[in-house]
Nanobody, 127 residues
Framework: QVQLVESGGGSVQAGGSLRLSCAASGYTYMYSTISMGWFRQAPGKEREGVAVIYLIGGNTIYADSVKGRFTISQDNARDTVMLQMNSLKPEDTAMYYC??????????????????WGQGTQVTVSS
């Protein structure tokens, strides 16, 4: 059974930094191609894709709103994906979710493409 567990959320002032982590388990022998991503949902808004990484090649994609400020990466064992968030803005405030997509090498920020989701971790940025 695939499990995704997020950590690292919290409160920070604008301009500050946070690092989110997502520990994944239970997927190793299920798929030959896997990508993992971070999504976020602010109150009253739809969930949106933030960043995605392809676990085999390390290719990444980002939402325009976070390019140059956020960096997605993985550890050597490929079972943890991190999101380094710098220069945070109040509009980055949201619940952040980790997601896993198996069976395709195509990177996408489209929420419906992802098979598994974590419970989320709250990020709050104050002005």
């Amino acid at each position: 059974q695939v499990q995704l567990v997020e950590s690292g959320g919290g409160s920070v002032q604008a301009g500050g930094s946070l690092r989110l982590s997502c520990a994944a388990s239970g997927y190793t022998y299920m798929y030959s191609t896997i990508s993992m991503g971070w999504f976020r949902q602010a109150p009253g808004k739809e969930r949106e894709g933030v960043a995605v990484i392809y676990l085999i090649g390390g290719n990444t994609i980002y939402a325009d709103s976070v390019k140059g400020r956020f960096t997605i990466s993985q550890d050597n064992a490929r079972d943890t994906v991190m999101l380094q968030m710098n220069s945070l803005k109040p509009e980055d405030t949201a619940m952040y979710y980790c997601a896993l997509r198996g069976g395709s090498a195509y990177l996408t920020l489209r929420e419906s493409a992802y098979n598994y989701w974590g419970q989320g971790t709250q990020v709050t940025v104050s002005s």
